[in-house]
Every structure is written in structure tokens, then in C-alpha cells.
């Protein structure tokens, strides 16, 4: 820093250019620092079933790097607010995580303390707050690998090496990408139209926020009651969706690993359009029919679990089921279902003519006006 000093007065300048040269050869290692932070969370994110928006890291950038270099002290000036770049500076190496909800952002916290040695956490919201200043609400992290990790020759170099994890939702991550068009930065100086403004987006942030983390839980709220009531056999009560349908076919036919979950969105359409509204009429329609005997019928092996469910809904409506499915406009499915129901027959399946309550009364006078 001597060098630096000249009558008295430090040259910024040199420092700056001193402190680039150094960051240039240390940034790829910054680098590869932050993906490995990066990496961590995300395995540790997954094996925790916590789901994110997206997980983001890099190394500072050189510019912003040198600009933040040549920031002065606040309380001198005439020094630099940091002296040793490459140590003073805690964000070099840095990740982000953006959530969904608020509510994740407490399931990231317990990971992130779990997986790294925190240094310091802040809360950027109550920063802001106190120094009456406008930006986005969010939770940053400073951390180094933990023992275990740098003691393994693979992460040894990044040892003593800091990272900022930032933690925020999707709505303020928002607010921070436009931010940087934002000329106003303290209340002190805004005008107070713009002020009011302002007032009013944080505030709407703040409530969409919680309005989506209300949305969440009443979701988990009436799944968890979907699949209470099926395991009560309250059929009657549950109408059909497609965590309620996999309940239900987990309880019904065995669980099986293999099924995605647009597969149980598809079939929760496809039973709405036939005409089902519960899982009582469901249960009514399928009951007498074995699942496993009819895939052997067919296939001569067990198929998945919604293959052998839409075989128990054929055989328990018979050519109903074609008539009222919404691919039934189609020939090729009005032909493969159709050769279906004569195995069927042909093995001794009592094929049935299950319909649904409106549905007979929409025959009923289709029949009578005809």
C-alpha cells in the first residue's frame, strides 16, 4: 500500500490496475470455486426434495470487479474501502438461488447451514429498510467448504476460499433485474410522486409473494385432505385430480415408480371428459374387474398402473367407454378398443355397460326427442 501513497494522497489508479492483475489470475479459480458451490447446493437441494426456480454462479466480472476496487473508504476518502482486493472483497465467487415461494427460502437456509461454514448472513430487506433505500428484499450468505470437503484433495485448493449465496424469490429477483433502470436510490432525493410509486410496487411485491405462498399451502392443504379421504374411503368426497387419482391408484392397484406425473394428468382429463366427478363412481365402475387379468389378457404381462386401470374403466363400461372418451372420435382408437373388448369376451370377461349418471339421463333424452 506504501507504493500506492504519494505526498499524502493515494493513487487510486495504480491500486485499481495493481488489483485487476492480480484478479485476472485468480478468477478462474474464483470460477471454478462458484460452480462448485453451485454444485453442492443443487445436489443437496435435490436429495432434500426442495425445488427451485434455478440455481446461478459465477465469478465477479472484471469491471465490476475494478469498480467496486476503486471504491473509497467512507470514513477517509482518501483510502480505499479495500486495501486487499482479493481478500476483502466476499463476493467474487458467488451463487443465487431463486425460489418459488418465500416459504423455500427457510428450507434453503437449513441446507445451506448444513452443507457450508457460515460466515455471515445478512438480510438485505432490513438493510435497505433502515438506510431508507429502494432494491429487492432477499438473504445473503457468506461461506466456505466445510473441513470434510477441502480436506479431500479435489476441493483442497478452494480452502479459506469465501462465496456469496444469494437467496430470493422469483418476484424479487424481478425487481433486482430492472433495478439497475432505477435512478432513484435513497428516498431522500426522490420526488414524491415517484416515491408513492415506489411505495406501491414494493408493497404489491410483497403481497404477490405472500399470495403465492397461500396458493401453495391451500394446494398441499387439500392434496394432504385428497389422500386422507381416499385412505378413509370417503370416495364420494374426492373429486379428481391428479395427485387424488395417484392416491387413489397407489391404493388401488399398487404403487408403481414408473408413472410420470403428466400421465396421472392426462387420465384426470380424460375422466373428467367421460363424465366422472368422484372416485365413488370410479370404484363402482372398475371393482369387479382384476387388473392384473386383463393386462395377461391382452399383453400376456402385467402392464403399468394406468395401462391396467384404463383396462378395468374398458371393461366396466364396454363400448360406453368409447363412445364418451375424447379420443373416441378417432378411428384407430374406436378399432384398437374395440378389438380390447373382444378379447375380453372371448377370455370370459363379463364386459359391463357402466355410464354415468348424467350421461344416462343426456341418453335418455336424446332418445326420447328422437
Known sequence: MAETQLHGIFDFEQHRVRAIGDYQKARPLYDEFARVVRNVLSEALKANGIKVHSIEARAKTI????????TP???DPNKPKYPNPLSDITDLAGARVITFFPRTQ????TTIKAEFDVIEISDKSEILFKQEKFGYASVHYLVRLTQNRTSLLEYARFKNLVAEIQVRTILQHAWAEIEHDIQYKSADIIPAIIHRRFMALAGMLEIAD?????VQDEDERLRREARELVREGRLDEVKITPDALKAYLDSK???DGRMTDFSYYLTADQLREIGFTDFKQIDECISRYNDDQLSRILWGSRQGQISRFEYQLLAGMGDNYIKHHPWGI????????QRDLKEFRQAGIQVGTYLLPGKRKTEQSTSVDG
Open 63 to 70: 469491471e465490476s470487479f475494478a469498480n467496486k476496487v476503486s
Open 73 to 75: 473508504s467512507m470514513e
Open 106 to 109: 427457510e428450507q434453503i437456509d
Open 210 to 214: 405472500r399470495e403465492f405462498q397461500a
Open 253 to 255: 392397484l399398487g404403487p
Open 330 to 337: 378417432n378411428q384407430w382408437f374406436v378399432d384398437a378398443r
